[in-house]
C-alpha cells in the first residue's frame, strides 16, 4: 500500500538578485528566448512592472514584445505599466497589438510541463505532491490578469468603443484559450462586465465552481501562517494526497493545462469525499 508520511513543504521561489535568479537573468538576456525571458520577468517584475535590482535591470517588457511580438501578455504589461505612468497613447498603442495577438501566453505551462515531465516515474506518493506543488506554483503567475479586469478593461474604459472591442477580444481568448484557473476567473469578470450572453457566462460560470471544487477536493495544501509557503493541512488524509497526484498526472497528460487536468479529474471528486 502507498505510504504517506510527513515530508518536507514545498519552497519558496528564488528571490529578484540572488545567485540563482541572476543566472536565470542572464539566460534571458543571452538567449531573448520567449519561454525562458517570460520566466526571467515573472522573477524580476512588480506589481507596478518596473525591474527589480541587480541584473534584473537589463529585463524590459519591451523587449519580450520584440523577440514575441504575436503574444498579447508582453503588450498587456506594456498598457498596464503605461497606465500606471499616465501614457495614454501608449496604452493605447499596446492594446492594440495585444487585441490583435494570436495568443495569450506567459510560458508558465511550458516550464511547468517540462518540470512534471522530469518527475521519476516511481517517486513516492506524497514525495510527487510536495514535488508537484512546487512545480506547479508557477501556474498561479500571470503579470497581468488584475490590471486587465481592474484598469485597462474597468467599467469606466469599456465604455468607449475601441477599448470595447479590445477587451471582448482579450475576454475570448481567455475564456477560449486561457490554460489556468486565473485566466477563467478574469475571463468570467470581463464577460460579465463586457454583457456576453448569459448562456456563454453560465458555461464560465460552471467551469469555474467544477474546477475549484476540484482543486479544494484533491488539495493537500495549506498556507501557512508566517507567510513562507506551503504544509500539509493538519488532519490530512492519505486519500487525499494520492487525488492530488492523479491531479498531478492529470497535469502532465495535458501539458500543465490546469483547466484540462481539473475537468480530466473533476468526476473522482466523490469517490475522494
Known amino acids: 500500500m502507498a505510504r504517506c508520511e510527513i ?19 542572464l539566460l534571458a538576456i543571452e538567449t531573448s528566448d520567449p519561454v525562458v ?19 534584473c535591470q537589463g529585463l524590459s517588457w519591451e523587449h519580450w514584445a520584440n523577440i514575441d511580438p504575436d503574444n498579447a501578455v508582453p503588450w498587456l504589461a506594456i498598457a498596464a505599466k503605461a497606465g500606471n505612468s499616465g501614457d495614454r497613447q501608449r496604452v493605447e498603442e499596446a492594446l492594440a497589438k495585444a487585441s490583435m495577438a494570436s495568443h495569450f501566453d506567459t510560458y508558465s505551462s511550458t516550464v511547468s510541463a517540462i518540470a512534471l515531465g522530469a518527475l521519476p516515474r516511481d517517486i513516492a506518493p506524497l514525495d510527487k505532491a510536495v514535488a508537484g ?16 479586469a481592474a484598469t485597462l478593461c474597468s467599467d469606466i474604459a469599456v465604455q468607449a468603443p475601441t477599448r470595447r472591442l479590445q477587451c471582448t477580444s482579450i475576454a475570448n481568448e481567455l475564456a477560449d484559450r486561457g490554460t489556468t484557473l486565473l485566466d477563467l476567473a478574469v475571463a468570467l469578470n470581463l464577460a460579465r462586465r463586457l454583457g456576453f450572453r448569459k448562456d456563454r457566462q453560465a458555461e464560465l460560470q ?16 495549506t ?19 494520492l487525488g492530488y497526484d492523479e491531479f498531478i498526472d492529470a497535469l502532465q497528460a495535458t501539458g500543465a493545462n490546469e483547466r484540462a487536468a481539473l475537468a480530466a479529474v473533476a468526476t473522482a471528486v466523490q469517490r475522494i469525499r
Open 223 to 241: 498556507f501557512t501562517n508566517d507567510g513562507t509557503g506551503l504544509s500539509l493541512v493538519s488532519n490530512f488524509h492519505c486519500d487525499t494526497v
Open 7 to 25: 515530508r518536507q513543504a514545498p519552497g519558496t521561489d528564488p528571490m529578484p538578485d540572488t545567485p540563482v535568479n541572476n543566472r536565470l537573468v
Open 206 to 221: 460552471n467551469e469555474q465552481r467544477n474546477g475549484a471544487r476540484a482543486l479544494v477536493a484533491h488539495n493537500p495544501w
Open 37 to 55: 525571458y517570460a520566466l526571467a520577468l515573472s522573477q524580476c517584475g512588480d506589481h507596478g512592472y518596473n525591474m527589480a535590482v541587480g541584473p
Open 133 to 148: 506543488a512546487d512545480v506547479i506554483s508557477v501556474l498561479g503567475f500571470s503579470v497581468t490578469g488584475v490590471d486587465i
